[in-house]
């Protein structure tokens, strides 16, 4: 059974940094697309970032751009998102997906495999 886990969540001052990690178990995700998305209190789920199994192509929604950072670890079953200079409305629980492919999808239609979310919040 596939299983994605977050962790790293939490409060933070606005201008402060917060590193997420999806812990991925059940099977080897190293043909495996993974993501990002956040939904904010009343509004839908939004696309933040995803990378490519082997870490060479990533892409970031145009908001977060230049102050998040995607990667994946070693193994590829674990991937963090680096948020700097974070800001009040970054405020939101994040999500982690994933999908077997190479194409980078900000579309979350595309993942079958969701964790089950970790806090974010932003203080101004």
């Known amino acids: 059974q596939v299983q994605l886990v977050e962790s790293g969540g939490g409060l933070v001052q606005a201008g402060g940094s917060l590193r997420l990690s999806c812990a991925a178990s059940?099977?080897?995700?190293?043909?495996?697309?993974m993501g990002w998305f956040r939904q904010a209190p009343g509004k839908e789920r939004e696309f933040v970032a995803a990378?490519?199994?082997?870490?060479?192509?990533?892409v970031y929604a145009d908001d977060v751009k230049g102050r998040f950072i995607i990667s994946r670890g070693n193994t590829k079953n674990t991937v963090y998102l680096q948020m700097n200079s974070l800001k009040p409305e970054d405020t939101a629980v994040y999500y982690c997906?994933?999908?077997?492919?190479?194409?980078?999808?900000?579309?979350?239609?595309?993942?079958?495999?969701w964790g089950q979310g970790t806090q974010v919040t932003v203080s101004a």
């Open positions: 059940g099977r080897t995700f190293s043909y495996y697309v």
């Open positions: 990378i490519t199994w082997s870490a060479t192509r990533t």
């Open positions: 997906a994933a999908e077997y492919g190479s194409s980078l999808y900000n579309d979350e239609r595309f993942y079958n495999y």
